[in-house]
């Protein structure tokens, strides 16, 4: 027996999406999070925007953005800006790269690649309760 009339328009259209994939593995991260919302478990980062800049902690600033598992750069109005989020498992690293370039205008921090009201006030303070001691 089948089902009953559809109440909505959208109901009425073919699914373009099969009910649910066994394996999304070939999915990007954000492409599994659009189709199965909340299925990938990704990991919360914290993380910093950043444009290149003159001085000697440049080279240093650099060097710890790479250390990103999702480092980026993109090449904005002629002007390279960098991207870099860490985990809590590397709150060390993202403390000192944000201690070089958090002071220079233009920086911004984001939330898990999203940027959000209050970023440096509360979730940057809150991201530091996972520093651990060297």
């Known amino acids: 027996m089948g089902r009953g009339p559809a109440e909505t328009f959208a109901e009425r259209l073919p699914r373009v999406v099969p009910e ?10 954000e492409m599994a999070e659009v189709l199965y919302p909340g299925r990938r478990k990704r990991p919360s980062r914290v993380g910093v925007i950043f444009d290149a800049f003159e001085g000697p902690n440049y080279p240093r600033a650099l060097e710890l953005a790479k250390r990103s598992p999702v480092y980026s750069e993109a090449q904005v109005r002629h002007t390279l800006t960098h991207q870099a989020a860490f985990g809590v498992d590397q709150a060390n690293v993202m403390r000192e790269l944000y201690d070089i370039v958090g002071p220079i205008t233009g920086t911004e921090v984001t939330v898990d690649g999203k940027k959000v009201p209050y970023a440096r006030e509360l979730w940057l303070p809150l991201f530091w309760l996972f520093l651990k001691d060297d």
Request: charged letters at 50%; aromatic letters at 0%; proline letters at 0%.
């Open 20 to 29: 649910e994939e066994e394996d999304i593995s070939h999915l990007s991260d």
